[in-house]
């Protein structure tokens, strides 16, 4: 097999530009476990940034085990901490691919540098060895990996959508200057059971295991603080999270039963509202902590929050229209990670040229 180094198939880009004029991406904006970008970023209000041209492809170089990677869609301007890949040397999708990588992302993490905050050595990332593949080997992999992509993209933002419109409806129902519903104030411990992540329980080495099914969560952002799977839930009703420390306010709903772990609030309704609901409320609410060497939130403080409850039937009426946008919102994330899993399964073996993916072309072009 011939090996060559990533440095000969491509280059970082290092030009700059104006950081008003383009579009701009952070570390910040981009999302763990290769789910791209949160568009709309705010970009510093002068200065230049690092130019990047569409087609060209985004690593996040803080904390490489996050897995951020984007191929950008337009040209832009990003952080200095994401390095810009040029495919001067090879295709462009192509490169996506080999830098998407689980094997890449270990390679980057194994070779960086720091504790605290790791980030990648620049010269030994272009050191990466590859296997040398040609034109058409290239075209071959990217088209079988881009339709994965385009799908797990298209969930993406067809659950964005589906938020957007639930938190639209919350707002004009409750919310807003002109809310068509009147509500009265409780306390969070009122309305709902609040308890603390516990330790870590046993986690499944394997997710295939039948009895092994029950999600591990923890306060990170990365697929929504999943941690790991186990043997029994310790929340089984629907409920909410908010992640106490770190970063602190992120909110999730839980429809399935779960196990949280250190670092997360979980609030579970026991009367008054469902957990959809308590969900939209507390992502219309500042949540903040406490401290000044690590801010945390704390039960006690999350225990007096105010909720403002709606009337019985304005809450049923409310929940027939949203709950359909929860369940679609389910569906698209349970496709999400069975399309990621068979991306992360296909990759390494496209990648070593253990599928030979010129004859399944051939064989598909001759189907009548």
């Given at each position: 097999?011939?090996?060559?180094?990533?440095?000969?198939?491509?280059?970082?880009?290092?030009?700059?530009?104006?950081?008003?004029?383009?579009?701009?991406?952070?570390?910040?904006?981009?999302?763990?476990?290769?789910?791209?970008?949160?568009?709309?970023?705010?970009?510093?209000?002068?200065?230049?940034?690092?130019?990047?041209?569409?087609?060209?492809?985004?690593?996040?170089?803080?904390?490489?085990?996050?897995?951020?990677?984007?191929?950008?869609?337009?040209?832009?301007?990003?952080?200095?901490?994401?390095?810009?890949?040029?495919?001067?040397?090879?295709?462009?999708?192509?490169?996506?691919?080999?830098?998407?990588?689980?094997?890449?992302?270990?390679?980057?993490?194994?070779?960086?540098?720091?504790?605290?905050?790791?980030?990648?050595?620049?010269?030994?990332?272009?050191?990466?060895?590859?296997?040398?593949?040609?034109?058409?080997?290239?075209?071959?992999?990217?088209?079988?990996?881009?339709?994965?992509?385009?799908?797990?993209?298209?969930?993406?933002?067809?659950?964005?959508?589906?938020?957007?419109?639930?938190?639209?409806?919350?707002r004009h129902w409750f919310v807003s200057g002109e809310a068509v519903c009147t509500t009265i104030k409780y306390e969070m411990q009122e309305i709902a059971t609040i308890s603390a992540g516990g330790d870590k329980p046993s986690v499944c080495e394997s997710v295939s295991q039948p009895d092994c099914c029950i999600p591990i969560y923890s306060n990170g952002i990365d697929n929504e603080g999943l941690y790991g799977y186990t043997a029994a839930p310790k929340i089984v009703e629907p409920s909410v999270t908010v992640s106490a420390r770190g970063t602190i306010g992120y909110t999730c709903l839980r429809r399935k039963p779960y196990y949280p772990i250190v670092r997360l609030i979980s609030a579970t309704p026991k009367k008054l509202v469902t957990a959809e609901y308590l969900y939209l409320w507390l992502l219309n609410t500042s949540i903040v902590g406490v401290g000044t060497t690590q801010q945390q939130l704390t039960v006690p403080m999350f225990k007096l929050y105010s909720v403002d409850v709606p009337a019985e039937a304005d809450l049923a009426r409310f929940s027939e229209l949203v709950n359909p946008l929860f369940d679609a919102i389910d569906a698209n994330k349970a496709e999400c990670i069975k399309l990621a899993e068979l991306r992360d399964a296909l990759l390494p073996r496209l990648m070593s040229g253990e599928i030979d993916l010129s004859k399944v072309a051939i064989e598909c072009e001759r189907l009548p």
């Open positions: 097999m011939s090996e060559c180094t990533l440095g000969t198939i491509c280059r970082y880009r290092t030009d700059s530009a104006p950081i008003d004029q383009l579009p701009y991406v952070s570390t910040e904006s981009m999302r763990p476990n290769k789910k791209g970008v949160i568009t709309n970023e705010a970009a510093p209000s002068v200065g230049k940034a690092r130019l990047f041209r569409k087609g060209d492809t985004l690593v996040s170089n803080i904390r490489p085990y996050f897995k951020k990677i984007w191929q950008a869609e337009y040209d832009g301007c990003c952080s200095a901490d994401v390095l810009v890949f040029d495919p001067h040397g090879c295709d462009s999708d192509y490169l996506y691919w080999l830098l998407s990588d689980d094997a890449f992302f270990a390679y980057m993490v194994a070779s960086s540098k720091g504790t605290k905050m790791p980030r990648g050595d620049k010269d030994a990332i272009m050191r990466y060895k590859v296997r040398r593949q040609s034109a058409a080997e290239q075209r071959h992999l990217a088209a079988a990996l881009n339709p994965i992509r385009e799908l797990i993209r298209i969930n993406q933002h067809t659950n964005d959508y589906l938020l957007e419109q639930a938190k639209a409806i919350f």
